[in-house]
């Protein structure tokens, strides 16, 4: 029988089948953070049970973690206190932990490709909704709460339900200034913000194959703001190029690993319970108008004046943000830009940044922060010599973290500002209560902190 | 976790879509490590002000409107992983969500902690915000046993699906990781013959 990329890797994890619906799902790789992790390392403990595997698991603190001045003792007391907690959690657990003042720290889904730890054909899961981010190497990755967090914990695996599969196919070539983060935009537009709930997507063809592991982790990451279970793409040479220089798995050789990963395709007769398909051609630097991702246009579009939603939520959403149907964004004047998170704070990304901005200046009106996704993502930066380009130009380079994509530690936008933001989630008071968020592109956001306003970065680009 | 028995109860009406679990609990009120008090910041930006005021004309800030059922626009719950939402609602004392879809993880995390999620027609979740309006006293029955639903003694009734494993550790207040260690044993030899490339 036919079977997709998806199936193939998940039959190879099934322990057992309990009913007709439900599975024990193995689980070959576990990464946690501080936030939705402590309350599964008290369920343990009240159980008085050790962590089953703990080579699986890996720890890392990025949600809370300040971006300036990380040698310091975090100020925020509760913030401190779940920090601590993690590191005790992993001592007294036995798990590996990689804490603010490692070097591989960093936002959990920049490190764990950046370290070799994902791979194809695992199963990966943390409690985080954007671990679909490491589905970009042809792996089933999903974001789990902290019961199921205590489940793999104590077990190595997690209850399952097989998710329905969805394939969205991009054909063609992207445009000039048009990237991974604008075509997940405009999917998730197409979509809406519910349209992949209860699906795990695949996503395929030439606009696709053409990214770069960066880029595939960019759409993968935002998988889940359309509700998606998780996203996948078929690993290729793109993958195996990224993986060749990773630490191996002990006692396997990479020309082992290759011939497995070259199996893991889905066949030309196999089944999807929905497919879409787009044309490369069509997406254009997109910015979102309103508070949830799916609320999405073209740089030159104007903000809809129907919408499948309710008027009651969609005025609700216009209202917070001070915006009103019709109007067009391009030319908009902005407070913030907020380069940063697991969707946009690689070193791509950052290259990407410096190279438009190198020699210009950001305008007076914006204020400026980019914050790498590691703190190898910093390293390198400061290698390729990226701190200077982005120092120069008036942009502020911190510590890695989460930042300002969650309004959880000090990195906050103040209420009623604007800030064009490269992270995932716009949603009210996202970024700090009363804060505007509008999504965009790393290259999109670089444009509007040089330009102070919304611009078509196709334009600057001529 | 006590099990889930069958309850009557009114409802609160909540009838905005795509409610995210930003909304249902700020990232800035996740910084405990216990499960409990996370009722108190239930919605907390639209149930209080930057000044800590109540919001007039937020439905939770209405004494009109009480209940164990919370009544919401499809699609609720999307965003965050972040079990907190369901530990707030729970906290908050809702037994019951009723929507015309739920996000997945969230579906899952209210099922882990013994919150019933009801997945009911677009139809039926317009017919159900009307009889509140109508009368904010409208009472509710839900059977998990039988999966049914029942508005003010007939007028609106039907089944909803829940996964027969999920109903049982409902009913019964079983632990899903009791469960998954009590298999450990299945899950040590699998793990044996499982490489990882």
Redesign the interface.
């Known amino acids: 029988m036919s079977t997709t990329l998806f199936d193939k890797i998940w039959n190879?994890?099934i322990?057992?089948q309990?009913?007709?619906?439900?599975i024990?799902l193995?689980i070959?790789k576990h990464f946690i953070h501080e936030?939705?992790s402590?309350?599964a390392f008290?369920?343990l403990r009240q159980?008085n049970?050790k962590v089953?595997?703990t080579s699986r698991t890996v720890g890392t603190a990025d949600?809370?973690v300040p971006t300036k001045n990380q040698h310091l003792p975090i100020q925020?007391p509760?913030?401190k206190?779940?920090v601590n907690?993690l590191s005790e959690n992993c001592k007294e657990f036995g798990v590996e932990l990689f804490d603010l003042h490692h070097p591989n720290q960093g936002i959990v889904h920049v490190i764990g490709p950046e370290l070799g730890m994902t791979?194809?054909?695992?199963t990966i899961v943390c409690?985080?909704?954007h671990?679909s981010t490491h589905g970009a190497f042809g792996s089933i990755a999903f974001?789990?709460?902290?019961?199921?967090v205590?489940?793999v914990l104590?077990?190595?695996?997690v209850?399952q339900?097989k998710?329905k599969q969805m394939r969205i196919k991009i054909n063609g070539q992207l445009q000039r200034g048009v990237s991974a983060k604008d075509l997940i935009l405009y999917v998730i537009a197409k979509l809406g913000?519910?349209g992949a709930?209860?699906h795990f997507v695949e996503y395929a063809g030439e606009a696709i194959e053409s990214l770069s592991m960066e880029g595939r982790m960019t759409v993968c990451n935002m998988s889940?703001e359309m509700?998606a279970?998780g996203g996948l793409i078929a690993p290729d040479q793109t993958t195996f190029n990224y993986l060749k220089d990773k630490v191996q798995?002990e006692g396997?050789r990479f020309d082992?690993?290759l011939t497995?990963?070259k199996k893991l395709t889905t066949d030309e007769s196999a089944i999807f319970d929905i497919e879409y398909e787009f044309d490369a051609a069509d997406i254009a630097p997109m910015v979102t108008y309103g508070t949830?991702p799916?609320m999405g246009i073209k740089i030159n579009e104007a903000i809809p004046s129907t919408s499948e939603?309710?008027n009651?939520?969609v005025d609700?959403s216009l209202n917070y943000m001070g915006f009103n149907k019709g109007k067009i964004l391009e030319g908009m004047p902005i407070d913030y830009v907020f380069i940063g998170s697991c969707t946009n704070a690689r070193i791509e990304d950052l290259r990407e940044v410096a190279q438009y901005i190198k020699g210009k200046q950001k305008a007076e009106n914006v204020e400026v922060f980019v914050v790498p996704g590691s703190q190898l993502v910093a390293k390198q930066a400061k290698k390729e010599g990226l701190d200077k380009i982005l120092a120069s130009a008036g942009f502020e380079l911190r510590q890695a973290g989460c930042s300002a994509c969650?309004?959880?530690n000090e990195d906050k936008i103040p209420?009623g500002k604007y800030c064009v933001s490269t992270s995932n989630?716009n949603?009210?008071?996202?970024q700090g209560?009363?804060a505007r968020t509008i999504l965009a592109s790393p290259l999109t956001a670089a444009a509007a902190a040089i330009a102070g306003k919304i611009v078509d970065v196709r334009k600057e680009l001529n | 976790m006590s099990g889930f028995t069958n309850i009557q109860t009114t409802a609160v009406p909540l009838?905005?879509?795509?409610i995210?679990t930003?909304?249902i609990i700020?990232?800035?009120f996740?910084?405990?490590?216990?499960?409990l008090g996370f009722g108190e910041n239930l919605f907390r930006?639209w149930r209080y002000n930057?000044a800590h005021e109540k919001i007039d004309g937020f439905i939770l800030n209405n004494e009109t409107y009480k209940g164990e059922i919370l009544v919401a626009?499809?699609?609720f719950g999307?965003?965050?992983?972040?079990?907190?939402a369901?530990w707030a609602i729970g906290d908050y004392g809702f037994k019951v969500v009723i929507s015309s879809?739920?996000?997945?993880?969230f579906k899952?995390?209210a099922l882990?902690?013994g919150i019933l999620p009801i997945t009911v027609d677009q139809e039926v979740l317009h017919r159900i915000f009307t009889a509140i309006e109508e009368n904010p006293k409208t009472t509710f029955d839900v059977s998990l046993t039988h999966q049914t639903l029942t508005v003010e003694g007939g007028k609106i009734h039907i089944t909803f699906d829940i996964?027969?494993?999920?109903k049982e550790c409902l009913i019964n207040g079983m632990d899903?990781?009791?469960?998954?260690?009590s298999?450990?044993a299945?899950?040590e030899k699998?793990?044996q013959q499982?490489?990882?490339?």
């Open positions: 190879k994890h322990v057992e309990i009913d007709a619906k439900q024990i193995y070959d936030v939705t402590p309350q008290d369920g159980r049970v089953f595997n949600h809370n925020d509760l913030s206190k779940q907690q791979r194809p054909g695992m409690g985080d909704s671990t974001g789990i709460g902290t019961s199921e205590e489940q104590a077990s190595q695996c209850l339900v998710p913000v519910g709930t209860g889940i509700g279970r798995p396997i082992e690993s497995q990963w949830n799916g939603s309710s009651a939520s609700k969650l309004g959880m209420a989630r949603f009210e008071g996202r209560p009363g | 009838p905005m879509e795509d995210d930003d909304q700020p990232a800035r996740l910084k405990s490590t216990s499960k930006d930057a626009g499809r699609n999307c965003g965050s992983s972040r079990e907190h369901a879809f739920f996000a997945d993880i899952n995390n882990n902690n996964d027969p494993f999920k899903t990781i009791d469960y998954l260690i298999k450990r299945v899950i699998f793990q499982h490489i990882v490339y």
